[in-house]
C-alpha cells in the first residue's frame, strides 16, 4: 500500500529510463489499484509489463470492495500476485482461497504470482518443508498441468520480508528445490522444470546476483527494494 497515482507513474518512467535495453528478463511492476489505469498508460509499448496486487476469486457480483479479473483485464493487467503473505497473515486467506483466485486468474488469462513460504517460529521448528508442502499443494489444487506451468511460484520466507535478513544462497536453493520437487509430484517433471519459482525476502541490489544464479531460483518478487526506480532498477541488472 504505497504511492499515490503521481507518485507510481514517476517510479514507472524512472524504471523505463534505467531499463529500457534489458531484453534478457521479464519485467512486471504491480503498483495499486488505484494507479493501474494510469500506470497502463505509463508503460505502454515499453518492456514493463503490468500486475495487481489481488483479485477476488468471484466474479462480478455482491462482494462490496473487491476486484474482479475482468476488471483488472480493462487496464491490460498481465499478471497477478495471490496468497502474499501480508494477505495471509492479516486478511486471513487461506491455501483453499488462494486455489480459488488461481483458478480465476487462469480463467481470465491472467499469470498468478502464487506466494508461500514460512513463519519464524515455523523455520526455527523445523517444519518449513511441512509448510511448504501443505501451501503449494493446497495453492495449486485444482490446476491442470497447462495451467500450472503459466503459474509463477513466488516463495517468500516470512521472518525475511522487510526485516533487512535474507535467507542464506543454501537456505533459498534447498526451499526452491523442494518446491519443484513438489511439483514434480503434483504434476510432472516437464511442468516442474518449465515453471517459474522466484525468491522474494529482502531482494536487494547487493544480493540479488547471487541469489538469481541458484539452479532452483528463477527470478524475484522485490517489495521494498521496487519502492525507488535506481534500487529496483540494480536489480534487475544485476540478475542478468
Same mark, same amino acid.
Given at each position: 500500500?504505497?504511492?499515490?497515482?503521481?507518485?507510481?507513474?514517476?517510479?514507472?518512467?524512472?524504471?523505463?529510463?534505467?531499463?529500457?535495453?534489458? !531484453?534478457?528478463?521479464?519485467?512486471?511492476?504491480?503498483?495499486?489499484?488505484?494507479?493501474?489505469?494510469?500506470?497502463? !498508460? %505509463?508503460?505502454?509499448?515499453?518492456?514493463?509489463?503490468?500486475?495487481?496486487?489481488?483479485?477476488?476469486?468471484?466474479?462480478?457480483?455482491?462482494?462490496?470492495?473487491?476486484?474482479?479479473?475482468?476488471?483488472?483485464?480493462?487496464?491490460?493487467?498481465?499478471?497477478?500476485?495471490?496468497?502474499?503473505?501480508?494477505?495471509?497473515?492479516?486478511?486471513?486467506?487461506?491455501?483453499?482461497?488462494?486455489?480459488?483466485?488461481?483458478?480465476?486468474?487462469?480463467?481470465?488469462?491472467?499469470?498468478?504470482?502464487?506466494?508461500?513460504?514460512?513463519?519464524?517460529?515455523?523455520?526455527?521448528?523445523?517444519?518449513?518443508?511441512?509448510?511448504?508442502?501443505?501451501?503449494?499443494?493446497?495453492?495449486?489444487?485444482?490446476?491442470?498441468?497447462?495451467?500450472?506451468?503459466?503459474?509463477?511460484?513466488?516463495?517468500?520466507?516470512?521472518?525475511?520480508?522487510?526485516?533487512?535478513?535474507? %535467507?542464506?544462497?543454501?537456505?533459498?536453493?534447498?526451499?526452491?528445490?523442494?518446491?519443484?520437487?513438489?511439483?514434480?509430484?503434483?504434476?510432472?517433471?516437464?511442468?516442474?522444470?518449465?515453471?517459474?519459482?522466484?525468491?522474494?525476502?529482502?531482494?536487494?541490489?547487493?544480493?540479488?546476483?547471487?541469489?538469481?544464479?541458484?539452479?532452483?531460483?528463477?527470478?524475484?518478487?522485490?517489495?521494498?527494494?521496487?519502492?525507488?526506480?535506481?534500487?529496483? %532498477?540494480?536489480?534487475? !541488472?544485476?540478475?542478468?
Amino acid at each position: 500500500m504505497n504511492k499515490t497515482v503521481a507518485e507510481a507513474i514517476d517510479l514507472v518512467k524512472g524504471c523505463k529510463r534505467e531499463l529500457a535495453n534489458v !531484453k534478457e528478463v521479464d519485467i512486471v511492476v504491480c503498483p495499486p489499484f488505484t494507479a493501474l489505469g494510469e500506470v497502463s !498508460k %505509463a508503460v505502454l509499448n515499453s518492456n514493463i509489463r503490468l500486475g495487481a496486487q489481488n483479485m477476488s476469486e468471484h466474479n462480478y457480483g455482491a462482494y462490496t470492495g473487491e476486484i474482479a479479473a475482468g476488471m483488472l483485464k480493462e487496464f491490460s493487467v498481465r499478471y497477478v500476485i495471490l496468497g502474499h503473505s501480508e494477505r495471509r497473515q492479516f486478511y486471513s486467506e487461506t491455501d483453499q482461497i488462494v486455489a480459488k483466485k488461481a483458478l480465476a486468474a487462469h480463467k481470465a488469462s491472467l499469470k498468478p504470482i502464487v506466494c508461500v513460504g514460512e513463519k519464524l517460529a515455523e523455520r526455527e521448528g523445523d517444519l518449513t518443508e511441512k509448510v511448504l508442502q501443505t501451501q503449494v499443494t493446497g495453492s495449486l489444487a485444482g490446476l491442470t498441468k497447462e495451467q500450472a506451468e503459466e503459474t509463477i511460484i513466488a516463495y517468500e520466507p516470512v521472518w525475511a520480508i522487510g526485516t533487512g535478513k535474507t %535467507a542464506t544462497p543454501a537456505q533459498a536453493q534447498e526451499a526452491h528445490r523442494f518446491i519443484r520437487h513438489l511439483i514434480v509430484k503434483m504434476f510432472d517433471e516437464t511442468v516442474a522444470r518449465r515453471v517459474r519459482i522466484q525468491y522474494g525476502g529482502s531482494v536487494k541490489p547487493g544480493n540479488a546476483r547471487e541469489l538469481m544464479s541458484l539452479p532452483d531460483v528463477d527470478g524475484a518478487l522485490v517489495g521494498g527494494a521496487s519502492l525507488e526506480d535506481r534500487g529496483f %532498477a540494480d536489480i534487475i !541488472k544485476n540478475s542478468i
